[in-house]
């Protein structure tokens, strides 16, 4: 069994940039959620995909956007990059409605 | 609102003693709830969770759980800390399609 997987492992970019990080489910997993974890903080739930369409989203703003593939795999965009930004991603997958979520290794994104 | 809350930032303890990480939340109904522990660099693995039934739930690494509807509690517990259990702790709760964490407690393990 595939665990899920994340890329890439860090990241730094330049305030105003765009990034992509890139998320490949657990095998039998069709549900994808990313997290934003900053440091010293708990993980903060940005949003969730399930067949191919956002499913829940939480309180982040329109620049942070999403993809889901049908292979499962997803991605997180995130434009108009700025300082606070700067954290661990986290990608956990599922099975449909299941809270059950299995967690990457995650994405250290610096912005500078 | 709705919250979770881990009232424990770090805890230190010697090895082989007992452990128990403090969660309360507060939810109007009995949501799902979750452990998960994050060592240095790593992501989060599931050390066990609650949905219904039985209020102690057992899972990995000797790790459990009791579940308390008056309290609004689920506390973690292990009887005998091992070195390797030094790393940071999140309860979370499951609702509206989301886990929802608190904001950790990092425990040391003394030898």
């Known amino acids: 069994e595939t665990g899920v997987t994340q890329s890439p492992t860090h990241l730094i970019k330049t305030r105003g940039q765009q990034v992509t990080l890139r998320c490949s489910s657990q095998?039998?997993?069709?549900?994808v959620s990313w997290y934003q974890q900053a440091l010293g903080q708990g993980p903060q739930f940005i949003f969730q995909?399930?067949?191919?369409?956002?499913?829940g989203r939480g309180n982040f703003p329109p620049r942070f956007s999403g993809l889901q593939f049908p292979n499962y795999s997803s991605e997180l965009n995130v434009n108009a990059l700025e300082l606070d930004d700067s954290a661990l991603y986290l990608c956990?997958?599922?099975?449909?409605?299941?809270?059950?979520?299995?967690f990457g290794p995650g994405t250290r994104l610096t912005v500078t | 609102a709705q919250s979770v809350t881990q009232p424990d930032i770090h805890i230190t303890v010697s090895e082989g003693a007992s452990l128990e990480l403090r969660c309360n939340y507060s939810y109007g109904a009995t949501p799902y709830l979750f452990w998960y522990v994050q060592s240095p660099g790593q992501g989060l693995q599931l050390l066990l969770k609650?949905?219904?039934?039985?209020?102690l739930v057992q899972g990995i690494k000797g790790f459990e759980a009791e579940f308390k509807r008056s309290q609004s509690s689920f506390n973690l517990r292990k009887p005998s800390v091992h070195w390797s259990d030094a790393a940071e702790y999140f309860c979370a709760v499951g609702l509206s399609k989301q886990l929802t964490f608190g904001k950790g407690t990092k425990l040391s393990v003394i030898p």
């Open positions: 095998s039998g997993h069709n549900t």
């Open positions: 609650y949905f219904s039934g039985d209020t």
């Open positions: 995909y399930y067949r191919e369409e956002e499913n």
């Open positions: 956990a997958s599922s099975t449909g409605d299941s809270y059950e979520q299995y």
